[in-house]
Nanobody, 122 residues
Framework: QVQLVESGGGLVQPGGSLRLSCAVS????????MDWYRQAPGKQRELVAT????????TYADSVKGRFTISRDNAENTVYLQMNSLKPEDTAVYYC???????????????WGQGTQVTVSS
């Protein structure tokens, strides 16, 4: 079973930056399409960013384009989310997610981390 452990969340002022990390164990990170999701109080879980392969394409929610960057380090078995120019509306619990196998006809997967809290407040 794949296990995901997020870290790096915390309290930051508007305009500040944080880098979230997702440590992956029990599987080979290089073969997974990975996601970051977030969920604010009283709202549905939202897909924030996706990275297809170690050097592949990335996609972002419109609300974070130009501010957030998803990346991975396969040697460290870790996925990152660099968050810059943070806004109060970015406040949420952020979750790492294994989307699917990064292969032609790859199987969809559903592995989640425990989440890490990000609070943006002045």
């Amino acid at each position: 079973q794949v296990q995901l452990v997020e870290s790096g969340g915390g309290l930051v002022q508007p305009g500040g930056s944080l880098r979230l990390s997702c440590a992956v164990s029990g599987g080979r990170l290089s073969i997974y399409v990975m996601d970051w999701y977030r969920q604010a109080p009283g709202k549905q879980r939202e897909l924030v960013a996706t990275i297809s392969t170690s050097r592949g394409s990335t996609t972002y929610a419109d609300s974070v384009k130009g501010r957030f960057t998803i990346s991975r380090d396969n040697a460290e078995n870790t996925v990152y989310l660099q968050m810059n120019s943070l806004k109060p509306e970015d406040t949420a619990v952020y979750y790492c997610h294994v989307d699917r196998l990064a292969l032609i006809g790859g199987k969809r997967l559903d592995y989640w981390g425990q989440g890490t809290q990000v609070t943006v407040s002045s």
